[in-house]
T-cell receptor, first 114, second 115 residues
Framework: GQSLEQPSEVTAVEGAIVQINCTYQ??????LSWYQQHDGGAPTFLSY????GLEETGRFSSFLSRSDSYGYLLLQELQMKDSASYFC???????????????FGKGTKLSVKP | DSGVTQTPKHLITATGQRVTLRCSPR?????VYWYQQSLDQGLQFLIQ???????AKGNILERFSAQQFPDLHSELNLSSLELGDSALYFC??????????????FGPGTRLTVL
């Protein structure tokens, strides 16, 4: 079957660094994405990795190791507003270069404490 | 604001009923995706349409159906509703050309409550 595993909850303090891991098992692999969702809100795109290595976008970085079927999202200089759920997602289909649906993990609820 | 609109925002109905959820994608986006989010299941992919045609199906029940119209808006029809269908239903859209980041844009969702 297809699955993405990530921790259900993580707690950290303001200013700290937190890493949210994701391991995946899918029939195909066309990139690992991360989405943020605040309570009651819509998921919003954070980052994407298609190749191995680290991608940095401001305070957020995302890493991928395709050989290990593993990735992580790194959040630095945590702020209270970072309290949200974070989802990893894999696209497992390719339609000749066009987009396919995402398979999401169950999400990691991050609580940032003062 | 992602540019994706969904109506209604909230829907309360009874078991056995049928409802229709509506989604308008971002201008120019050809793909529309429907996802269901319930408390213990995370975001579950239901179905994808591309330019009016069904492209992929996920864990969509036979009681559920969808379509995408020529103006690219999409509707998700849920029938013979059960208590377990209570969830947030999200619609997302994505551009095709130039979308090298697998980015999907999500609407605000429709919260369905089945009593």
């Amino acid at each position: 079957g297809q699955s993405l595993e990530q921790p259900s909850e993580v707690t950290a303090v303001e200013g700290a660094i937190v890493q949210i891991n994701c391991t995946y098992q899918t029939s195909g692999f066309y990139g690992l994405s991360w989405y943020q969702q605040h309570d009651g809100g819509a998921p919003t795109f954070l980052s994407y990795n298609a190749l191995d290595g680290l991608e940095e976008t401001g305070r957020f970085s995302s890493f991928l190791s395709r050989s290990d079927s593993y990735g992580y999202l790194l959040l630095q200089e945590l702020q209270m507003k970072d309290s949200a759920s974070y989802f990893c997602a894999v696209r497992d289909q390719d339609y000749g270069g066009s987009q396919g649906n995402l398979i999401f993990g169950k999400g990691t609820k991050l609580s940032v404490k003062p | 604001d992602s540019g994706v609109t969904q109506t209604p925002k909230h829907l309360i109905t009874a078991t056995g009923q049928r409802v229709t959820l509506r989604c308008s994608p971002r201008s120019g986006d050809l793909s529309v995706y429907w996802y269901q989010q319930s408390l213990d299941q995370g975001l579950q992919f239901l179905i994808q349409y591309y330019n009016g045609e069904e492209r992929a199906k996920g864990n969509i029940l036979e009681r559920f159906s969808a379509q995408q119209f020529p103006d690219l808006h999409s509707e998700l029809n849920l029938s013979s509703l059960e208590l377990g269908d209570s969830a947030l239903y999200f619609c997302a859209s994505s551009p095709e050309a130039g979308n090298t980041y697998n980015e999907q844009f999500f609407g605000p969702g429709t919260r369905l409550t089945v009593l």
